[in-house]
């Protein structure tokens, strides 16, 4: 759960707990790395040393061409996941 003054957003994995195959099914994610959420993050490096800290393995922020810092992440399912910010 992710709140923020009157907003909640609930991120949910397909699974719970022991539920979760071992691999997952490619059917399944197949059209998974098309979806991407954004979200606002007025710290994008900080968000990307955080995360870094936590053991994910991923690039750096970059900027793109029209002027936001970007992060981006791929959940366990398969998600994007981009942290963004105007330069």
Same mark, same amino acid.
């Given at each position: 759960?992710?709140?923020?003054? #009157?907003?909640? $957003?609930? =991120? !949910?994995?397909?699974?719970?707990?022991?539920? /979760?195959?071992? %691999?997952? +099914?490619?059917? /399944?994610? *197949?059209?998974?790395?098309?979806?991407? =959420?954004?979200?606002?993050?007025?710290?994008? +490096? *900080?968000?990307? #040393? @955080?995360?870094?800290?936590?053991?994910?393995? =991923?690039?750096?922020?970059?900027?793109?061409? @029209?002027?936001?810092?970007? $992060?981006?992440?791929?959940?366990? +399912?398969?998600? !994007?996941?981009? %942290?963004?910010?105007?330069?």
């Amino acid at each position: 759960m992710l709140s923020a003054g #009157e907003t909640t $957003l609930m =991120l !949910n994995t397909a699974y719970d707990g022991k539920q /979760r195959p071992e %691999f997952p +099914d490619p059917k /399944r994610i *197949a059209v998974h790395h098309d979806t991407c =959420l954004y979200f606002g993050c007025p710290d994008v +490096d *900080a968000a990307y #040393e @955080y995360l870094k800290e936590k053991g994910l393995v =991923l690039g750096p922020p970059e900027v793109a061409h @029209y002027g936001m810092k970007q $992060l981006y992440v791929h959940d366990p +399912d398969g998600y !994007n996941l981009c %942290f963004q910010w105007p330069v």
